[in-house]
């Protein structure tokens, strides 16, 4: 293909056997990978607001925080960290080749992530309906740390939840695909990459449940 | 694009970490029940770094991937640290 | 080239004919070419204005426009060039274009996430300029949004500030799909070390868009949440602090910086050992000094603020890593130059766009150091020497190497050539016109002007006088190189294919490209830089 002579002319053609060249499943992690890491600094530049604030109103953090139910924000916790079991066991189970359980257990993920959300929806209802929700006139009236808190608060937990909404899309596009075979035990790059974005939800809020309903 | 050997996690081994997990949760708990002031601030933050540490690991598969995955991550979490530290440097002095 | 008979990417006919040919299209050429048209564009929208602003500062008092129209005007200004040309920039056009051809790959690692990238980046430039029109008129923050006027403003913020969140999100998945790329789509034999610097350069940028955007991103929805929800961040009426979202903003905005600038020296280190005949001088050094201007300009962000009321010791530290920064930057300059000596240099058009670059860029290097010490930023912080020394970097050092880029890859691109004779009259005007319009400002800075506002005390007035002829005479010098660059030649064989001589792959392959670059992977048995003649 070329004619001129040099360092970087061609030698051998090579081209490994491959019934898909264009699929490389470890460039498919490679981009997730780094996308969670841009997440990561996504949900970093909120945790620094968090960390300022809080050290300049501590006290007011502190009494604000124990208008959070920490059972809420428990039960949310482990449910979050058996989802994140479930979507792993899931990609045992496809690497095994056995398709049943891994629907099984990706099934219960997408239940666990709904609950989830069921609760979250609850636990900000009970706020709204004290009249605490963002631009209300009683978030008006709070205290500059109180505002401050709650206002982190809605935020990031408001923003994790469209985490959790992506999730839950993500998987259940890897449900169907698992049930037309286009998932497979050679091929299951869209389950383990939405496994990894599911893994970051619950690593986020690994740090968000002691942050807003524990730590004093 | 050479086929990197697969290493499975067996599901045992998923629900011991998950076990691990709820444990941890449970200790930070009650840890934070008890007033410690700052030291319990410090207890939480440091059992969720444990606990994130094992998802990176066992769940996220960094433990039994090729290194440069973990490589990076490591990487990527020390900015942040930096960036934060950096960041609270100029309010601990100001405040 | 035996085969000619393949059709080259812009003859290709794929499903589609024409212009959805081009809307459709997976292939990184193209793409880089959708990028080229939308960002040059921009680049003349953004180029008009600061005309405008240039003409409405020939003389104090008011000439053209009103205050409040001038405050849009440089706003606008500011985003159209900030996010929509420098940004994006060299790595979205050249990168997109020259990477895979210089890793022998076929395209980058995700070709529809590419074409993804473009429509983002279409959609966040659609969105910034309809907050022009759409609202409460035109934002008149300034490009950087600072809290609380950003929050107070009555003016359409809201629309820019998302605009550019989704110019962010395009920005990260270019840099995510540019390293996935380069970790996994290297032709055989080509190791880390062999890469072109080119392709270093754009990995450590690549790292930057992925990690310091997202916290533009964040920042940016929070002073959209904060105007929407009326929930409290940053204004400090409810306890919030505004330097924190300075510290937020140019935890970003800083590290952009070198998303701009770092893709340039790329280009530059690609131009020098090719006129030079010679292997680049120190070629580990340039990566190493790519990292490290990566890294440790993730920490620089701070010297944006000496005036701005942050503690003591922040100032110190942020004034102590800026000048860390100036070493790679500095390694760079030595390895350029290193690269000239003994070499048997070809004095020709892309070879002096990089010595201009070089000339500029140590101008505004060397006025960085200025503004970086804290002693004599307090003296001409938020002056005219900051205006100055921001376009002599960015313009100066983006804008040299995107026209080097031009003048270097277009036959490459187009398969014609260009009148070189012209294209160095051209150069020679613009670079007049270039330091006639910027270095006044430097002086104008230093005795005092202050910078955004939209008139200033007689006093000042020779150095604006110089400084909007300077304006026009670029601008000649811009248009004859536009005009020269569109009327070049068709031609074909060595003078399109490789007339530089160049020892990188995209030198071995024809001119335009074929759809798919290489028609056999090739295998790499050297380092970039060997030349033959030598």
Excluded: C
Excluded at chain 1, 90 to 110: C, E, H, M, P, Y
Excluded at chain 3, 136 to 155: H, N, R, V
Excluded at chain 3, 442 to 465: K, S
């Amino acid at each position: 293909m070329n004619t001129k002579t040099g360092n970087m002319e061609n030698v051998i053609q090579t081209h490994p056997a491959h019934p898909d060249i264009h699929r490389d499943d470890t460039a498919s992690k490679l981009g997730m990978w780094l996308f969670i890491f841009s997440e990561l600094l996504l949900f970093g530049g909120l945790f620094i607001v968090y960390s300022v604030y809080r050290y300049m109103n501590h006290v007011a953090f502190d009494l604000a925080h124990r208008e959070l139910s920490v059972t809420v924000g428990l039960i949310n916790t482990i449910i979050l960290l058996i989802s994140s079991a479930t979507v792993a066991m899931s990609i045992t189970a496809i690497q095994k080749n056995d398709k049943k359980a891994s629907l099984i257990f990706l099934s219960a993920t997408i239940l666990l992530a709904v609950i989830f959300l069921i609760n979250k929806y609850f636990e900000w209802g009970s706020k709204f309906e004290h009249g605490m929700y963002p631009g209300s006139d009683l978030m008006g009236m709070l205290s500059n740390g109180d505002m401050l808190f709650f206002s982190l608060y809605f935020f990031m937990t408001g923003l994790h939840a469209v985490h959790i909404l992506i999730g839950l899309g993500l998987l259940s596009a890897s449900l169907i695909k698992i049930r037309k075979n286009k998932i497979r035990s050679d091929k299951y790059s869209l389950l383990e990459n939405s496994g990894l974005y599911w893994h970051l939800v619950d690593l986020i809020w690994i740090f968000l449940f002691p942050l807003f309903y524990l730590i004093h | 694009m050479s086929k990197e050997p697969n290493h499975i996690s067996g599901y045992k081994d998923h629900l011991m970490i998950l076990g691990v997990l709820i444990l941890l949760t449970i200790i930070t708990v009650a840890i934070t029940q008890v007033e410690l002031t700052a030291l319990n601030t410090a207890a939480a933050l440091f059992i969720a770094a444990l606990k994130a540490t094992l998802v990176l690991l066992y769940f996220m598969h960094l433990k039994f991937d090729q290194k440069v995955f973990l490589i990076m991550t490591v990487l990527v979490l020390i900015l942040i640290a930096a960036v934060i530290g950096i960041t609270v440097i100029d309010y601990i002095d100001r405040y | 080239m035996e085969n000619k008979h393949l059709p080259n990417y812009l003859e290709y006919q794929g499903k589609y004919k024409g212009l959805m040919g081009w809307l459709t299209t997976t292939d990184h050429k193209r793409i880089g070419l959708l990028y080229f048209y939308s960002m040059f564009s921009f680049f003349l929208v953004g180029a008009t204005l600061g005309i405008l602003m240039r003409l409405e500062l020939i003389a104090p008092g008011k000439q053209l426009m009103e205050a409040q129209t001038y405050n849009a005007l440089f706003t606008l200004h500011g985003l159209t060039m900030i996010f929509l040309f420098v940004i994006p920039g060299v790595a979205a056009v050249f990168g997109n274009f020259f990477l895979p051809i210089m890793l022998g790959a076929k395209d980058v690692a995700f070709p529809k996430l590419n074409l993804l990238s473009w429509y983002l980046y279409i959609l966040g430039a659609l969105i910034v300029l309809s907050s022009q029109f759409m609202g409460d008129g035109p934002p008149d923050t300034g490009w950087t949004f600072y809290a609380p006027y950003s929050l107070k403003t009555q003016t359409n913020v809201v629309a820019a500030v998302f605009g550019a969140f989704v110019l962010g999100f395009s920005s990260i998945l270019t840099g995510l799909n540019f390293i996935t790329t380069m970790h996994r789509l290297r032709a055989p034999g080509m190791g880390w070390k062999r890469m072109p610097i080119f392709a270093w350069t754009l990995y450590a940028t690549g790292w930057i868009q992925i990690l310091a955007t997202p916290i533009v991103g964040i920042t940016l929805l929070m002073i959209a949440a904060e105007r929407l929800l009326g929930i409290g961040f940053f204004d400090p009426a409810i306890g919030g602090d505004p330097i924190l979202y300075q510290h937020l903003f140019w935890t970003y905005s800083h590290p952009a910086v070198y998303i701009m600038i770092l893709p340039a020296m790329g280009v530059i280190s690609e131009i020098i050992p090719t006129f030079s005949r010679k292997p680049i001088f120190g070629y580990t050094a340039l990566i190493i000094s790519s990292m490290a201007i990566a890294f440790v300009g993730y920490f620089v962000w701070g010297h944006h603020m000496f005036t701005s009321g942050m503690s003591d010791s922040s100032r110190w530290i942020f004034s102590f890593l800026s000048f860390i920064v100036a070493i790679p930057s500095a390694v760079k300059v030595f390895n350029w130059t290193a690269t000239l000596y003994k070499g048997s240099i070809r004095l020709q058009t892309p070879f002096w766009w990089a010595m201009g670059f070089i000339f500029v860029f140590m101008i505004g290097g060397f006025s960085g150091l200025v503004i970086g010490s804290l002693a004599t930023d307090i003296h001409v912080h938020d002056t005219y020497f900051v205006v100055a020394h921001f376009h002599y970097i960015v313009f100066g050092g983006t804008g040299f190497a995107f026209f080097a880029a031009m003048h270097y890859w277009w036959p490459k691109i187009y398969g014609r050539m260009y009148n070189t004779k012209i294209a160095n009259v051209g150069l020679a005007i613009f670079f007049s016109g270039f330091n006639i319009l910027y270095f006044p400002m430097f002086i104008l800075g230093l005795r005092g002007m202050p910078r955004r506002y939209y008139d200033y005390l007689p006093q000042f007035t020779d150095g604006n006088v110089i400084s909007t002829i300077g304006s026009w005479i670029m601008i000649t010098g811009l248009l004859i190189l536009i005009v020269n660059l569109a009327k070049a030649k068709k031609m074909t064989g060595k003078a399109v294919d490789d007339p530089w001589d160049g020892s990188t792959l995209e030198w071995k392959i024809q001119s335009p490209p074929t759809l798919e670059n290489f028609e056999e992977i090739p295998v790499i048995t050297g380092g970039p830089y060997e030349y033959k003649d030598r």
